[in-house]
């Protein structure tokens, strides 16, 4: 900005510059996004919680359960006008899982596929507490990167709480762990050639504690490739505002854009009770070290400008380059937590590019054949 005196100064963007900014007068947002989260209230600051952490397990459940309620009427309500997608085959198959549970697994694909195709093993966002891989959000995302020509395996894992729920740290992994082993061993039968573990959000997590744990247990053939899209990954969102701009300036930057650390903060502890996991890698991969890393297939890391998650997501793909490993990052500009996701109708254009940007890094890996 220029002062009256015509001096140039640097302004200190979102809430480290101004602490009364929100999405709609934060000047880097995407007006789309604005008009499109205004119907909910969503483009002023988020609310917080009416609770802490550190609230009674079952009343932090409860809330849980209303949030669920809560963001999966929004995104119906996102993608309700959206006309389905022709030319696709959906099918669920269920595996056992790894305590007696039954796992749906939701397998879109290309009607008419001959060749073995680039597969998705998508694992969805709500901070590993909530939602389901088969709402509305997801299923259209789903089928949008099917038509690309990717097979997507939709993995409905169990959740910290909600109605999935409850279930912490490490059920969801589990889940998701159990899931690529199947979808691994009945590549032939599911017509696939490579298999890319991606995921947004709290998926993202999931993802890259996924690809983590089959390297520490021998199963990296499984993974051709990890896709991490805004991924919720430090854990670090119940610090005062000195300590989360000192570890990460995005969580005080962006902090109630769409998402806040407040609410990020209640569903880390649903997901990590009493934070017993706090620096453990496969509960929050931000801690991992370039030797937790090395030896990985390639990684898709993206982030979104205006998100608080967005530095431990760049922080994350620093660390993948110290161990060597093949990684890309990628931002989007203007866009929320999870905007370019959600948004379908309102930003079509950033959608189709996170869209193209997974089907491009999964259909140009390679792999086992099947």
């Known amino acids: ?19 009364t900014r929100n999405l709609r007068t934060d000047p880097r947002t995407d007006p789309r996004i604005v008009d499109a989260l205004t119907p909910f209230g969503l483009d002023q ?14 009343h932090l459940l409860e809330f849980v359960r209303g949030a669920e309620a809560a963001f999966e009427g929004v995104f119906a309500a996102l993608v309700d006008d959206l006309q389905p997608i022709a030319g696709l085959d959906h ?16 397998v879109t694909r290309p009607a008419d596929a001959a060749a073995p195709l680039p597969a998705i093993l998508y694992l ?8 389901k891989g088969s709402g509305p959000v997801y299923a259209r995302f789903h089928d949008e990167l099917a038509a690309t020509g990717l097979v997507v395996v939709g993995v409905e894992f169990r959740n910290g709480g909600g109605e999935l729920g409850p279930h912490p740290f490490p059920a ?29 959000s709290g998926g993202g997590n999931l993802a890259l504690a996924t ?28 610090g005062d505002a000195g300590e989360r701009e000192a570890a990460l300036p995005s969580l005080v930057e962006n902090d109630e854009y769409f998402m806040s650390c407040s609410l990020a903060a209640v569903l880390a502890e649903v997901y990590d ?23 990985l297939p390639p990684h898709l890391i993206s982030v979104n400008e205006l998100d608080p998650l967005r530095d431990e997501g760049l922080a994350y793909h620093r660390t993948l380059v110290e161990a060597g490993v093949e990684a890309t990052s990628r931002m989007v500009a203007g ?13 079509p254009d950033l959608y189709r590019a996170t869209v193209e940007s997974v089907h491009r890094f999964a259909a140009g890996l390679t792999g086992s054949e099947p």
Request: proline share 9%; with cysteine.
């Open 273 to 295: 009770p009493g934070a017993a996991h706090a620096v453990d890698p496969l509960c929050w991969p931000y801690h991992a070290t370039a030797q937790d890393l090395t030896g």
């Open 124 to 131: 969805h966002g709500g901070g590993m507490v909530m939602l």
């Open 172 to 200: 969801g992994l589990d889940d998701c762990a159990t899931a690529l082993a199947w979808v691994h061993e009945h590549r032939a039968e599911l017509g696939i050639s490579t298999i890319t573990v991606a995921g947004e």
């Open 211 to 238: 690809a983590i744990r089959a390297k520490r247990e021998g199963r990296l053939a499984a993974v051709d490739g990890v896709c991490a899209l805004v991924p919720s990954i430090s854990g670090l969102y119940g």
């Open 45 to 58: 600051n988020s609310a917080p919680p009416p609770l802490r952490p550190d609230a009674p397990r079952e």
């Open 335 to 347: 866009a929320c937590h999870a905007g370019d996701l959600m948004l379908r109708a309102a930003a």
């Open 1 to 19: 900005m220029t002062t009256s005196d015509g001096r140039t100064t640097t302004e200190r963007p979102g809430r480290l510059g101004d602490p």
């Open 91 to 106: 099918r669920t198959e269920t595996i056992p899982g790894p305590v007696g549970n039954d796992i749906p697994l939701y």
